[in-house]
């Protein structure tokens, strides 16, 4: 049931490219859609640089994927040590975030697929303004493998907001705040069923 997905990288979380393929890994930076793998590094925060990139590190949590549902639509979600582990390694993402966790869920042939990034951001950064450049760096750096961003929304799902951005070649993404977890949930989706909507309808925030 895994996808290969690419993703870019360059100030940005990572997001999938719309080239699904039957191989399960992720490789940092690559933005050839034939590459096996996603990564990427992460938005600036709010206005500023928070630490020098040789400091922090950032953990690997999977516990962090405990604000997911098991399944979306019927599809198992999977946690992706690979992609977590490559993105961990980025200096950008260690400036910004505590603790990083990756998930994928995806159809047999691969036509409908979510990709979902829990993140902990690092102590006292999160405000509106680095929710904003973190939902607009992803959003550029998606879609730029996409089509380019055709459009933002937002709506309330599952009970809370959540903002949406869609590019012209069909990639959805969603990002929302976890006040209750202190965690951000970015998800990258494609697909008739939209995977992405639906995920976002259940998770768990206490």
Sequence with gaps: ??????VTVGGCMPAPSTSP?????????????????????VPPASGSPSTAASGPVVAIDPSLLDVLPDTVDGLALDYDPVATAETARDPELAANAEAIAYAIAASPDGTNFVVPVVTMPRSGLFDEAFFRGWRDSFDEAACAQAGGV?????????????????????????????????????????????????????????
Aim: proline share 6%; with cysteine.
């Design 21 to 41: 393929s039957p191989s399960p890994s992720v490789v940092v930076g690559s933005p050839d859609p034939t590459a096996s793998d996603p990564a990427a590094s």
């Design 150 to 206: 055709a459009g933002h929304a937002q709506a309330e799902l599952g009970g809370r907001t959540v903002f949406i951005a869609t590019c012209d070649g069909g990639l959805v993404l969603h990002h929302t705040y976890l006040g209750t977890r202190g965690v951000l949930v970015s998800v990258s989706s494609l697909g008739e069923r939209r995977l992405g909507e639906k995920l976002m309808t259940t998770l768990r925030d206490r």
């Design 1 to 6: 049931m895994m996808v290969g997905l690419t």
